[in-house]
Every structure is written in C-alpha cells, then in structure tokens.
C-alpha cells in the first residue's frame, strides 16, 4: 500500500480528545478498505481509503507528506506544505466520524483545518482568522522538485539575476520571470496546478468571501525553481490590494489528485456543497441553508462589445457573478446574510451601484437594471479618444505582456515615442506611464477651427498608480494644468508584479479655447507628465496604468 512503510500497525477509527465536543457524529457511508487515520510519533498519518495518503505535523500543523500512488509530492527546498511560511508551535488534534477524518489546528487566534473523505484523493482545508496576528493569509503546497513539467515558464523563478525586490528575475535573453506573474484574475480559475504522468496535482481555490480584492484581484497562483514548485491559495495579500483585509473563515480550498485530467467541476467555487462538513464544528461555518441568493433578471444601458459583472461587497464579505451576454441576467448564490454593496462592471469598470440586503434561505431578485448612459464615460461625444472605457489597459501597448512580464522584459515594445491621433494611436501608446522612464509622451491631433474656438475637457482615466503617480498636462506650450491631488490606490508595487488593478479615477481638465492652434492644418501637441514627489527610479519611479483617454466636444 502506498506509504505503508511509514505507518504503524495499531490504526484509529475514534473521537481523541477534547475535540470531540467540537462535532457531533457524522452521517457515514462504507468506508474505503484502508480508510482511517494513525499516530507515527510526530505526525497524525491520514489514509483516504483511495490511493492518497498524507501527514500532518502534530506539533506545527504543518503538511509534512503527500503520497500519492506510492510517489511523495510534497518537497521543497526541504520546506513543508503550511499556512504563510508555517504557523511553528502549535495545538495539533485529529478527530474521525464516519466517513470524515478531520485535523485541528490552532495557532494563537488562527485555526486552521485539513478534512479527508473517505475513498476521495482530495484534501479539504478551512483557514479562520480572526485578527492580523499573522500577517497574511495563504496557503502553499510545496512540491518536490521534477515532480512536474514547467508549463508556465513567466512563473518559473529561477533565473540568474535578481532585478528587483528578489522576487523578480530576468534570463540572459533578456526575459524575466517572477512567481507574480500568473497572467490570471481571481474570476478566470477555479484550479491551478500541473498533470504529468498520468498524474494530476491541484488546488481547488475557495470562493473567496473571505478574501479581498474583488473578482479581478491578481496574486501569485503558482511557480517553480530550481528547488521545485508551488500552489498559491491566497486569501489575503497586501500587495496592490485595493481592499482592507476581512476576517473569518475561508473554505474549503482543496488539494486534489487526479488521474492527470483536470478536478472534478463539483470541486469548484460555487458549486462545491459540503453537506457532510455541517456537523464538523468549525468555528464561522456557515451551510447552504443559512445562505441567500442575489438574482437580476437582466440589465439594459449596456455595451455589449464588453463582459459585465456584478460584484457584491460588504466589510465582512465579496461574491461575484458574470451577466449573461444575451441579456444580462445574474444570479450569485452561496451569499451570507448581510447588506451589500451590488456593483456593475462594465469590462473592470464600475458603471452602476445599489445596495442589496440578503436573508438566509432567501433569494433577493431585482428587476432589470437600467445602467445610465452617463454612468459609462465612453458614452460621452468626443473629438478624439485613445483606448475605451472598461477599466483596463487593454489594447494599450505592451498591456498584455505587463500581467506576465517586467517592464524591462526583452518581449516589451518601446515605451517611448509620440502618438498621432488617426494612426493607431491606441496600440502606440504605452499602457503605463513613469516618471522616470517616459513621462512627457506628446500626443499629436488636429482640430477644426470651430472645434479650436471653444474650450474643452480632456479626461484620462487610470487604473491604478505607483507612489502617487499622476498625470499632469500641457497644451501647446501654451497652457499647463494644475497638479492634481493624488486619488487613493494601493501603497505597494502594481505596475512591475504583474497587475493593473487599483482604484479605477478619472483626472479632467478644463482647457481653455486660449491654448489650442487655430489654423486647422497645424497639429496641437499635448504632452503628458507623470507628476509625484514620491517613488525610486527607473520602473519603481512614479507611475500610473491608462484606461483611456479623451477630450471631449
């Protein structure tokens, strides 16, 4: 049997100690041959019945083994799978009821959870934090180095030199890597892992209620090194985060093998139930049944060249759900009771609010929401406009490549040169802009004489910035704006770690019919500065991500 050479012989099938009155029995089902749970001396060794078996340190909480078909996967750098960089000292217990082993962990205000069923080759895990007493909130599964190809090598972190911060690496062809780089909004997975073998390795991420950031949060999901590879279940990170942190519990996220194919859809947030896990006693734990549902029978006012979401946001909570592209029909389930704030997203744009109230057991249903045709600034007649308004960079130069690269990555177009309006002007503009690096980008456009005889509004709008970075403009030489204030955004790095994402704003300013060139056959040159008195140089200089920019008629 797989990993049998490091199990005693005496095996358990009881309630141990004082968590037993933490649950009551479970309903069970015929147990797996080989299902059960045993004690090695410094682990708590777990048997599935099915072809995993795995251990957890009885002293740390720690993941020490993960045998799967008779091969350990667990191994890196001589690390063990844990909560943050691992808990240490801690209160370690295990507990069996029918079907159900489940293992304890308590570290300070933290406990954290492991749960195997029997027959399955999965893991559960549950995470409840209650305060900042650690840090941040992650789990990682460390895996042995070969254990699977390197399929996403823009996360492959062993390169010769550190460029930044160490955690941002560039190859000797000039491209560079960092275990940030995961190209993937929280919405866009529900797994991440490798198959290789005939043997397939996953995290199952959670539906992230307790998480921050939103549906189009970035993080690191997963990396590999010369000492061999990691899955990310990242459930609070500070970095680029636009949101305070929420506390409670998260889960389950699960640990899954397969036979090399992808996990089993009934795994995947918003559609995994855990009906048998109702009775366990974990602290926060909230079943189906003390859950609602918000539902709108569709939108109007949209734009449909672009995917809508609906966002809902509370400081305790944040679901999210996609509207249909036919009609805009949404429905989030699995919601806990609560009043939320219900967003629209127009692409990552938020074009719509309202405040939604949610029971348990009861599904909120709105009638069609009309988005006001103000609400969305593409909607606004312009003489001109580079990029459109959806929240992102997107079709911007080197825009794509930035959820994967470095700025100074070999791949990246130049991010110089001037831009004249009627000749691709979107793609020839950079996505983002550094003091250091390209501030005063001049943008070349014509006005007719009836256009160059009033005033206008020239609006950019941006997506996040780095050290206060802000735009600041001049026309013609011949009028400057003032510096605007700085709009709130995350106070850590965004720009070189792969994310766009911060606190979408729009800057506008009132130009006046004094500054343009009055002979239509002239160009009138804008020059855009990044204005701050904050950040390093080069790419950690000021900076900011573009949406889009306008001036309006």
């Known amino acids: 049997m797989p990993g049998s050479a490091n199990r005693p012989v005496r095996r358990r099938a009881f309630v141990l100690g004082a968590t037993a009155a933490a649950g009551t029995a479970l309903t069970g089902t015929a147990h797996a041959a080989g299902f059960g749970w045993s004690d ?46 691992g808990l240490g000292a801690s209160t370690v217990s295990i507990r069996q009821s029918g079907s159900t082993i489940l293992v304890s962990v308590t570290h300070g205000t933290l406990r954290h959870y492991y749960a195997a069923r029997s027959g399955e080759n999965n893991v559960y895990l549950w995470t409840y934090k209650a305060d900042t007493s650690v840090s941040a909130t992650r789990y990682i599964v460390r895996v042995k180095k070969g254990a699977f190809l390197n399929d996403e090598p823009d996360s492959y972190t062993y390169a010769p030199t550190a460029i930044e911060a160490s955690d941002v690496f560039r190859k000797s062809d000039g491209q560079t890597r960092s275990k940030h780089y995961s190209k993937r909004r929280v919405m866009d997975y529900d797994h991440i892992g490798w198959s290789a073998g005939g043997v397939g390795l996953w995290m199952v991420r959670s539906n992230h209620e307790k998480a921050s950031g939103g549906p189009f949060y970035r993080s690191l999901l997963r990396h590999q090194s010369a000492e061999g590879g990691g899955l990310y279940e990242i459930l609070y990170y500070g970095q680029n985060q636009t949101e305070d942190q929420r506390f409670g519990l998260q889960g389950p996220y699960v640990i899954a093998f397969t036979d090399g194919g992808a996990p089993s859809s009934a795994l995947f947030p918003g559609t995994l139930t855990t009906p048998w896990a109702d009775s366990l006693g974990i602290p926060g734990y909230v079943p189906a049944s003390g859950r609602g549902k918000v539902a709108g029978v569709g939108m109007s006012g949209r734009n449909t060249a672009y995917p809508y979401t609906v966002g809902l946001a509370n400081a305790a909570a944040q679901y999210w759900g996609s509207a249909r592209s036919s009609d805009g029909y949404f429905s989030v389930p699995g919601v806990l009771p609560g009043t939320y704030t219900l967003t629209v997203f127009k692409g990552e744009l938020a074009v719509y609010t309202t405040s939604v109230s949610v029971s348990a057991g009861g599904t909120t249903t709105l009638n069609t929401i009309a988005i006001p045709s103000s609400n969305d600034p593409s909607n606004a007649s312009a003489i001109w406009r580079i990029g459109d308004w959806n929240g992102t960079p997107g079709g911007f130069k080197n825009a794509d490549l930035m959820t994967y690269a470095h700025p100074s990555d070999a ?143």
């Open 411 to 553: 791949r990246a177009a130049s991010w110089t040169g001037n831009v004249v309006i009627g000749n691709g002007e979107t793609s020839a503009f950079p996505c983002y802009l550094w003091k250091d690096v390209n501030s005063g980008i001049l943008v070349y456009f014509r006005l007719t004489a009836a256009q160059a005889a009033a005033a206008h509004t020239l609006r950019i709008g941006v997506t996040t910035a780095y050290a206060n970075g802000r735009p600041q403009v001049t026309v013609n030489d011949a009028w400057t704006s003032a510096v605007p204030s700085p709009p709130t955004q995350p106070n850590t790095r965004s720009l070189t770690n792969g994310s766009y994402r911060g606190n979408n704003h729009t800057f506008s300013y009132s130009v006046p019919a004094s500054a343009w060139k009055t002979d239509p056959s002239q160009y009138n040159v804008l020059r855009i500065d990044v204005v701050s008195g904050s950040g390093a140089t080069g790419f950690l200089s000021a900076g900011t991500a573009i949406d889009a920019i306008d001036l309006l008629t």
């Open 40 to 85: 090695d001396g410094s682990t708590y060794v777990v048997d599935t019945g099915a072809q995993l078996v795995f251990k957890v340190s009885k002293s740390t909480g720690d993941l020490t083994s993960l045998v799967y078909r008779g091969t350990e996967y667990q191994g890196y750098g001589g690390m063990n799978s844990h909560i943050e960089s």
